[in-house]
């Protein structure tokens, strides 16, 4: 893809933004595969990504964000095996609905 190499860089961290930003990636990756494949305004984008084999957005921010994390956990440096773990530790738990990079874990 065209973009990808751009958006693709530190989706770890990014990953787990505001749906409208996410989007925004999302719909120009799906224009762009329209162009490409030359298919018509009636065609679902799901159907182009399935028969092209191209990953959406969201499920490349997941398992970016699992290989990073099992990088963490088998960090030789203790400071990192704290950053790794699924809560943060000394801070309460959350009770605003703000997504997390750690909540792509359990998606």
């Given at each position: 893809?065209?973009?990808?190499?751009?958006?693709?860089?530190?989706?770890q961290?990014?990953?787990?933004?505001?749906?409208?930003?996410?989007?925004?990636?999302?719909?120009?990756?799906?224009?762009?595969?329209?162009?490409?494949?030359?298919?018509?305004?009636?065609?679902?984008?799901?159907?182009?990504?399935?028969?092209?084999?191209?990953?959406?957005?969201?499920?490349?921010?997941?398992?970016?964000y699992?290989?990073?994390?099992?990088?963490?956990?088998?960090?030789?440096?203790?400071?990192?095996?704290?950053?790794?773990?699924?809560?943060?530790?000394?801070?309460?738990?959350?009770?605003?609905?703000?997504?997390?990079?750690?909540?792509?874990?359990?998606?």
């Amino acid at each position: 893809m065209l973009l990808k190499p751009i958006w693709d860089y530190g989706i770890q961290l990014w990953g787990s933004a505001k749906p409208t930003n996410i989007n925004r990636i999302h719909t120009y990756q799906s224009k762009t595969l329209r162009q490409i494949t030359n298919a018509p305004y009636y065609v679902f984008n799901h159907t182009l990504h399935h028969d092209l084999s191209i990953p959406f957005v969201t499920d490349v921010a997941k398992t970016h964000y699992k290989t990073f994390h099992n990088r963490l956990l088998n960090h030789r440096n203790p400071c990192m095996q704290d950053i790794s773990s699924l809560t943060i530790p000394g801070i309460s738990p959350k009770r605003l609905t703000r997504m997390w990079c750690r909540n792509l874990l359990n998606n």
